[in-house]
């Protein structure tokens, strides 16, 4: 069993950055997938930006060239640092692992991120 738990939210002005953070309780494997996910309010939850066991990166559209993820396997974390923030990137951001073998899928409580002036 893994629990996941994300810090680093906040208030940000437009332009501005901010650093998430997701702590696994239990060991992260080589081997799992790990993704930020985000929901606006009256939206669906969507994929932020992932990256696999060998390190290969995803991004949205609306990530690419602004969103960094990346991961510490001896820290059992994952990062995903996000500049140039916009209003529209206001939203619940949530970590998400995959393991395979047998397929596990793990969900944190999410950590609210808010863009104003």
């Known amino acids: 069993q893994v629990q996941l738990v994300e810090s680093g939210g906040g208030l940000v002005q437009p332009g501005g950055s901010l650093r998430l953070s997701c702590a696994a309780s239990?060991?992260?494997?080589?081997?799992?997938?790990m993704a930020w996910h985000r929901q606006a309010p009256g939206k669906q939850r969507e994929l932020v930006a992932e990256i696999s066991s060998s390190e290969r990166t995803g991004y949205a559209d609306s990530a690419k060239g602004r969103f960094t993820i990346s991961r510490d396997n001896a820290k059992n974390t994952v990062f995903l640092q996000m500049n140039s923030l916009k209003p529209e990137d206001t939203a619940v951001y949530y970590c998400?692992?995959?393991?395979?073998?047998?397929?596990?899928?793990?969900w944190g409580q999410g950590t609210q991120v808010t863009v104003s002036s």
């Open positions: 239990g060991s992260i494997l080589r081997t799992d997938d």
């Open positions: 998400n692992l995959v393991r395979w073998g047998p397929y596990r899928n793990y």
